[in-house]
């Protein structure tokens, strides 16, 4: 019993003092951290690799579209440089993977890149056809500085109601290079869903 008055209140002191150290390191300026596994989602942002995954909340036997388009200008009108209908079968989820791959096959973003085309695949879980690949042109190609990528992480983000469409992605300038420009919501390029009745 005795041992164990003692060690119970070795234990008691130990805690005191080590919580007493942690605030003093705080309070001195020190940062606590702790180095965290790496995931598969942080390799793909390290490598600015332009592969995204969406769940698309869509009733069965719902059609859409998937859109690849750029705008140079407000009076240009949009140019469609991709469309695809898809259906949504009757699976319990239905989940969809795009990718922009490079067609030398390097382990790199393309869609900041100034290349001229991309391999671009789809591959949707949940659909009645699964996927395709094709060559597309990258939107926007000819502009090789003061552009901005955006991922839209879900539809709260930006959607059209009157059409039901949501953008996925969308390419447009940035502050500093809207600021030289007359219009700063243009040139811009997106990728969206789109419902189809």
Known sequence: MYKRTILL????????????????????????????????????????????????????????????????SADAGPRILFEHSFVRDDAPDATMRISFLRRDNKFAGVLLSGEKDAHLDIWCEGCTSNGLG???????????????????????????????????????PSTSRAAETSNPNFPRAELVIVRVD
């Not at 003092?17 to 596994?37: E, H, K, T």
């Not at 926007?140 to 996925?168: F, P, Y």
């Open 9 to 72: 209140g070795i234990l008691v002191s130990v805690v005191v003092v080590g919580s007493f150290v942690a605030r003093a390191v705080v309070s001195n300026g020190a940062i606590p951290f702790q180095r965290l596994d790496l995931n598969v989602t942080d390799l793909v942002a390290a490598a600015h690799l332009n592969i995204y995954k969406y769940r698309l909340r869509l009733q069965p036997g719902q059609r859409f579209k998937v859109i690849l388009r750029e705008q140079r």
């Open 134 to 172: 094709t060559i597309v042109p990258v939107p926007l190609s000819d502009i090789r500085t003061g552009i901005v990528l955006r991922s839209h992480h879900s539809e709260s983000h930006r959607i059209k109601a009157e059409n039901g469409e949501a953008q996925l992605l969308s390419l447009f």
